[in-house]
């Protein structure tokens, strides 16, 4: 894939995207409408990424089709649930049909030297999520800070099973950042497993996509960047997409790079 050229960057992000409402005030309407926005002229996203309470609405509105994944939040925002809620959470958030869990770590924990905290709650939660549901761990590296914190969270969630690790829940002040991509990408090609790498939050456009994807490109190998490796976790940045793979001028990056 060329990703100098706009038009073929936009199209990879598209089948990349978690597809993502985890707004508080989020309504059965707008969850509605994010499901018919996931199937585009272009192609569907990879996932809708939703709060719990609306799985089983979007269940119902993709029926037995997987062409877009359900994905769901459990110990979030704030990663502060013990092991038995968060197990619960998830458990009925399969039952509800979720296809993808997205579980934030007690990082405030891990922060305070307690790593056994986050190997006990991955474990759990990886022993509920029964092939195929995909485990992405949620570590948010902007509250860790600390590049050694942050490339330990990683190894971590690797060691107990995670198939994909997730910068951040959007919910904090610093959420996905080059520096830290390139921190859990490289404690992903370290490890030699077979995980998966998903930003998340202030990625608004094609532009920011593409650095994040030529960073995977530099880090692991050309064209490793596909649905079962890599995801966006991102609201706005699908009308950039549309935007540009209709031939319009793709937008300035949003993120600050």
């Known amino acids: 894939m060329e990703l100098q050229r706009p038009r073929e960057a936009a199209a990879l992000a598209l089948s990349l995207l978690d597809l993502?409402?985890?707004?508080?005030d989020c309504t059965a309407e707008q969850i509605a409408a994010l499901c018919q926005k996931a199937h585009t002229q272009y192609g569907t996203t990879a996932a809708i990424c939703i709060w719990p309470r609306f799985v089983a609405q979007a269940r119902a509105a993709f029926g037995n089709s997987r062409s877009?994944?359900?994905?769901?939040?459990?110990?979030?925002?704030?990663?502060?649930?013990?092991?038995?809620?968060?197990?619960?959470?998830?458990?009925?958030?399969?039952a509800d049909g979720a296809d993808e869990i997205d579980l934030v770590i007690p990082y405030r924990k891990f922060i305070a030297g307690d790593e056994n905290a986050v190997s006990e709650m991955v474990a759990a939660v990886r022993k509920a999520c029964v092939a195929p549901v995909l485990l992405k761990v949620i570590i948010e590296?902007?509250?860790?800070k600390d590049k050694a914190l942050i490339r330990r969270a990683s190894e971590i969630a690797i060691a107990e099973g995670a198939d994909f690790i997730k910068?951040?829940?959007?919910?904090?002040?610093?959420?996905?950042?080059?520096?830290?991509?390139?921190?859990m990408l490289q404690a992903i090609r370290d490890?030699?497993?077979?995980?998966?790498?998903?930003?998340?939050?202030?990625?608004g456009t094609v532009a920011d996509a593409t650095l994040y994807l030529?960073?995977?490109?530099?880090?692991?190998?050309?064209?490793?960047a596909m649905p079962s490796t890599f995801r966006f976790g991102a609201s706005g940045i699908l009308d950039d997409i549309l935007n540009v793979l209709a031939g319009g001028e793709p937008a300035k990056s949003a993120s600050g790079y």
């Open 68 to 94: 877009v994944r359900i994905a769901t939040v459990v110990n979030f925002p704030s990663g502060d649930l013990d092991v038995a809620t968060v197990v619960g959470e998830t458990e009925r958030a399969i």
């Open 141 to 144: 590296t902007g509250e860790l």
């Open 20 to 24: 993502t409402n985890l707004k508080e």
């Open 214 to 224: 030529r960073l995977a490109e530099t880090i692991m190998q050309p064209n490793w």
């Open 167 to 183: 910068t951040s829940t959007g919910k904090v002040t610093v959420n996905a950042t080059l520096e830290a991509a390139d921190i």
């Open 191 to 203: 490890s030699k497993k077979k995980v998966g790498f998903k930003p998340a939050g202030g990625i």
